[in-house]
């Protein structure tokens, strides 16, 4: 059996547990689901968990990324090819919709496939039909398409770069998962699932948790690589402090962040008195200040907003950074 069968779906954001309802409800169709959703938001995963509920659970679940191959060799991955059809054809070679026969087929990142393509899959949707590469005979297959995409399709459409009809097929269901940033009530939970299971990979007897803090830096960060980003960052969280008994509290969400990242030293803010007129004199103070303040921002950025890290970044003592902070009004809370 796949083992993907065995992975568990975390969530219990109502967003989040609403999905899993419908994928229980249009598990049971035999109809064509897409489902949409940003990078790392579980994709693959609510596929997977859509064939294992649907009465085809026992048979084939194939899965092919569109986005991966060219356009000739996805054509023979899809649909398979003769012995003989193209130079090195020395055999038959059966397609991913002939081995997913009474299955389904996963299509994932569907919006990068061409018009020729597109229209081949159509044709199967609609009739179970289709020839292999460089042969006449037509075949029959009976496979359920789950495609999923991070595009917007029905845009796509509107500008001719997908097949409206073939969206339109494709669409008796359309599943949309919200970003992980839009189901706040999830992160902890998964963050947990995770590190857990990181700690068992590690041979750790258990997991002492995660501290206040990092709870907190966990809950407030945007999470644009969704699930996949939190599930690298806790991984990443529990390898480094191995060793360690107390709960987790460092967090690092940027595993390239360095000073001595090349491209990344901090600039000298752009002098740009060239494109003013003389009549538009500058003070020296006001260019001081002004760079200061970029500076400070920007390290304050980079740090997370952390004080006592931005203070080390900059070379500093924490209360001369304070000083600075308060001189230039950029503190938002009143606190000392
Ligand atoms: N609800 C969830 N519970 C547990 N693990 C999850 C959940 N959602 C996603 N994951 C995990 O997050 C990672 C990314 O999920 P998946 O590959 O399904 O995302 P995707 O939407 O297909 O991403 P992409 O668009 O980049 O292909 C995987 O390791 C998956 O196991
Ligand atoms: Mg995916």
């Given at each position: 059996m796949d083992r993907q069968q065995e992975q568990p779906l975390i969530g219990e954001a109502p967003v989040f547990l609403e999905i899993l309802e419908r994928v229980s409800r249009v598990a049971q169709l035999n109809r064509p689901v897409l489902i949409i959703g940003e990078r790392g938001t579980g994709k693959e995963l609510i596929a997977a968990r859509i064939h294992y509920l649907s009465p085809r659970w026992d048979r084939p679940f194939v899965k092919l990324n569109c986005a991966a191959l060219a356009e000739s060799l996805l054509e023979t991955e899809l649909f398979g090819h003769e012995a003989g059809s193209f130079t090195g054809a020395t055999r038959r070679r059966l397609g991913r919709f002939e081995l997913a026969n009474e299955g389904s087929l996963f299509l994932d990142e569907l919006a990068n496939t061409s018009d020729r393509v597109q229209e081949k899959v159509l044709r199967v949707i609609e009739y179970g039909e289709l020839e292999r590469v460089g042969g006449n005979d037509t075949i029959r297959t009976d496979v359920r398409i789950i495609g999923a995409t991070n595009e917007d399709l029905p845009a796509l459409a509107e500008q001719g770069r997908f097949r409206a009809d073939l969206l339109d097929r494709l669409a008796f269901d359309v599943i949309t998962l919200p970003p992980l940033r839009e189901r706040q009530e999830d992160i902890l939970p998964l963050a947990e699932h995770f590190a857990v299971k990181?700690?068992?990979?590690?041979?750790?007897?258990?997991?002492?948790?995660?501290?206040?803090?990092?709870?907190?830096?966990?809950?407030?960060?945007?999470?644009p690589g969704n699930v996949r980003e939190l599930k690298n960052v806790v991984e990443r969280a529990v390898y480094t402090s191995l060793g360690e008994d107390d709960p987790i509290s460092e967090i690092?969400?940027?595993?390239?962040?360095?000073?001595?990242?090349?491209?990344?030293?901090?600039?000298?803010?752009?002098?740009?008195?060239?494109?003013?007129?003389?009549?538009?004199?500058?003070?020296?103070?006001?260019?001081?200040?002004?760079?200061?303040?970029?500076?400070?921002?920007?390290?304050?950025?980079?740090?997370?907003?952390?004080?006592?890290?931005?203070?080390?970044?900059?070379?500093?003592?924490?209360?001369?950074?304070?000083?600075?902070?308060?001189?230039?009004?950029?503190?938002?809370?009143?606190?000392?």
């Open positions: 990181m700690s068992g990979e590690l041979g750790l007897e258990l997991f002492a948790g995660f501290s206040e803090s990092a709870r907190d830096l966990l809950l407030e960060y945007a999470w690092n969400f940027d595993p390239f962040d360095s000073p001595w990242r090349p491209g990344n030293a901090p600039e000298a803010a752009e002098i740009s008195l060239t494109d003013r007129s003389p009549q538009e004199p500058y003070g020296f103070k006001e260019y001081i200040q002004e760079m200061e303040i970029e500076l400070l921002q920007a390290a304050l950025q980079r740090c997370r907003f952390n004080q006592k890290k931005t203070a080390e970044f900059l070379g500093m003592t924490y209360h001369q950074l304070r000083g600075y902070l308060r001189k230039y009004e950029l503190t938002d809370s009143e606190e000392d």
